[in-house]
């Protein structure tokens, strides 16, 4: 008889923006189920914080310092990455930027930074692990989405553009890469009460707002969606191939 395993032991996981927030709590929790990790971010100090946090649980990390909106920078990481473990086993695109402004005030340069990181960084990085993903047989690729790529948000134009393009960007690999048994899923989350969140969601004019269109009442926490990154990274989510898995308090149920 079968159950479900969250098993990770010898998995080898290159998470993208491991630096801080999601990325550092997912790559602390794929740790902790067994995984050696590669972790990527601009910041080396954040960096080596989150190593340390890596190694006080025992874990194994390599750190790279990437600025994924820069396209050959982000394919160099992959492959860098794909080395040092010897094969990625679990990709998960997090980085993720955004510029809170109107419509009306986007300008191009933060139109473009946005797109480039959120959305041209996670296929290229993709495109450069799933080859030995396909010659060993299968492996999980995790985006970080948002709600913000399902629903518009107000002053939010590049960045919900990024993640609805992330969206359907998850789709298409699913569909290309499913007989390879690549699972490609997507996480969208609401606000999540990172250093990232609290700066752009902190005010309470900002905040009482989104927290009136969230019937749980609550943002979320950081170990709320690295539990979603265990279960799309472990064989419990086998059969599961272009899906969007919200984390949002039920903000898209209404």
Request: a negative charge; glycine letters at 12%.
């Amino acid at each position: 008889m079968e159950f479900p395993s969250f098993d990770l032991a010898g998995k080898k996981a290159l998470v993208t923006g491991g630096s801080r927030g999601i990325g550092r709590h997912a790559a602390l929790s794929l740790s902790n189920a067994g995984c050696e990790v590669v972790i990527t971010g601009r910041d080396a100090d954040a960096l080596a914080e989150s190593a340390a946090d890596i190694e006080s649980i025992g874990g194994t990390v390599h750190q790279l310092i990437a600025d994924l909106s820069d396209t050959d920078a982000a394919i160099e990481m992959a492959r860098e990455a794909d080395e040092l473990l010897g094969g990625v086993d679990i990709l998960v695109n997090n980085a993720g930027i955004t510029f809170p402004e109107s419509a009306l005030e986007t300008t191009e340069e933060h139109w473009d930074t946005t797109l480039d990181v959120n959305l041209k960084a996670p296929l290229f990085i993709s495109q450069q692990i799933a080859p030995g993903m396909i010659e060993r047989g299968g492996g999980k690729i995790i985006m970080v989405c948002s709600n913000a790529g399902l629903v518009g948000l107000a002053d939010h134009a590049a960045y919900c553009a990024s993640k609805g393009g992330m969206v359907l960007l998850t789709k298409t690999l699913a569909i290309e890469w499913a007989r390879h048994k690549i699972n490609v899923n997507a996480i969208a989350p609401t606000v999540i009460l990172t250093p990232m969140g609290e700066q752009v969601w902190g005010a309470p004019e900002k905040r009482d707002p989104m927290l009136a269109k969230i019937p749980a009442g609550r943002f979320g926490k950081p170990v709320e969606v690295s539990g979603v990154v265990l279960f799309l990274a472990s064989s419990a989510s086998d059969l599961m191939h272009g899906e969007t898995v919200l984390v949002d308090g039920g903000y898209a149920a209404q």
